[in-house]
């Protein structure tokens, strides 16, 4: 099965594909003829023009068009000088080879296709759809402006419509993200717009990632989604409360600090609520986390702990989720909301990375030897020659 990663150029207004050589070049060519200043203005019909003769000339290919089997929907992170950037993937199969669209998050083509896939994982999972965008060029206050608008197609040609709402909802993000500073006094545009475009990308990011859990919940592709969701390296766990929801931890290492996230499926089906974690030292030992899913009145407490007595060699993590409360005198409780502890194990991503940060940050908090991270190596069972199948238990995926 042959794979290929397309990505949407704007100046282009069509899609290239990503890491390849001709392409590269011939965008390297085409942005020299048209000048840096009028590269950097964006999108033109003029520029359109150069850009898509450049890629002839260097038999670069490109597609208006992007068709095939809708199989997934995930988010993925790239880094890039330094700076960690949030990507939209797009999963189409066409008969033995697959096309990822990759899209970044903070891009108004991103944002505009994420409101399409909500409805079309919802009505058209797994089946026939086509990819497309155009650039459209409006007047507003005597200036023009380009909106890069994205189109998603059935199987019959018809538009997938968006599901209504998420622009709103993003919107009053960003007016609750701006408020301390304009209550402040701040008045400074560029500073006001950059939160802007940041609570933006990470709503549509959430919304994202709720559309790749559905896929996988549907059973379209759950292989795949699962093995997109472990790319990242990081330490995880997931957790069945006593209501039968599971619970699924995400960590990892940034500017020295655990950190990471908690998600759960809400009371929708295929949809999923996802909060950030920060962890600090407990004042009882161990490591604690809040978790503040909006549905919920108190907050979740994530508690990271040892499994054995610190002279124990063999001490592994256990992960516990409390749920925070009061008790009849006003006093504050923890209440754990599953029967068994969780067991904190390093994805197939982290086990790759050797002396990885995660686990020395685990070592220098609980004392809990790196080594003990890595999943149990698998047993080979063997059954009885006259027994028949044995029975198959079902267990909550582990996102």
Not at 231 to 247: F, M, N, Q, S, T
């Amino acid at each position: 099965m042959a794979t290929r990663m397309m990505q949407r150029n704007n100046l282009a207004d069509a899609f290239v594909l990503v890491n390849d050589e001709q392409t590269n070049a011939a965008l390297k060519a085409a942005r020299e003829t048209v000048g840096d200043a009028e590269w950097k203005k964006g999108f033109t019909p003029e520029t359109r023009t150069i850009v898509r003769d450049t890629l002839k000339e260097h038999g670069a290919h490109y597609e208006q068009a992007l068709s095939g089997q809708l199989v997934g929907v995930s988010v993925a992170e790239t880094q890039a000088n330094g700076e960690t950037f949030k990507k939209l993937r797009v999963t189409l199969e066409h008969g033995e080879d697959k096309t990822i669209l990759s899209a970044d998050m903070g891009s108004e083509f991103a944002q505009r296709l994420i409101t399409k896939l909500d409805t079309a994982t919802r009505e058209h999972a797994g089946s026939e759809v086509r990819i497309g965008a155009f650039a459209k060029e409006t007047e507003r206050d005597g200036r023009t402006f380009v909106d890069h608008v994205a189109t998603l197609k059935d199987a019959e040609g018809k538009e997938i419509p968006a599901t209504p709402g998420h622009f709103e909802k993003a919107k009053e993000r960003v007016m609750a993200a701006q408020k301390p500073m304009l209550d402040a006094g701040m008045k400074d545009k560029k500073i006001l717009n950059q939160i802007a475009a940041s609570t933006r990308e990470a709503y549509f990011a959430e919304v994202a990632e709720g559309l790749s859990a559905r896929m996988v919940e549907q059973g379209v592709a759950p292989r795949a989604a699962e093995k997109e969701r472990s790319v990242y390296p990081a330490l995880e766990a997931g957790i069945k409360d006593r209501e039968g929801v599971w619970h699924n931890l995400s960590i990892y290492e940034k500017d020295g600090q655990l950190v990471g996230s908690l998600q759960r499926r809400s009371g929708q089906p295929g949809e999923y609520e996802k909060v950030p974690l920060e962890f600090r030292e407990g004042e009882v030992g161990g490591l604690r986390a809040e978790a503040r899913f909006p549905s919920d009145p108190e907050p979740l407490v994530v508690s990271l702990s040892r499994s054995a007595a610190s002279e124990h060699a063999q001490a592994k993590v256990d992960v516990r989720i409390f749920a925070a409360g009061k008790d009849r005198e006003g006093n504050d409780t923890l209440t754990q909301i599953h029967e068994h502890p969780g067991r904190l194990r390093a994805n197939e991503a982290l086990q790759k990375i050797p002396e990885h940060r995660e686990g020395k940050l685990i070592e220098q908090a609980l004392g809990v030897d790196p080594k003990m991270l890595q999943p149990a190596p698998a047993r080979s069972v063997q059954k009885a020659p006259d027994r028949a199948l044995g029975k198959q238990k079902g267990q909550g995926v582990e996102l």
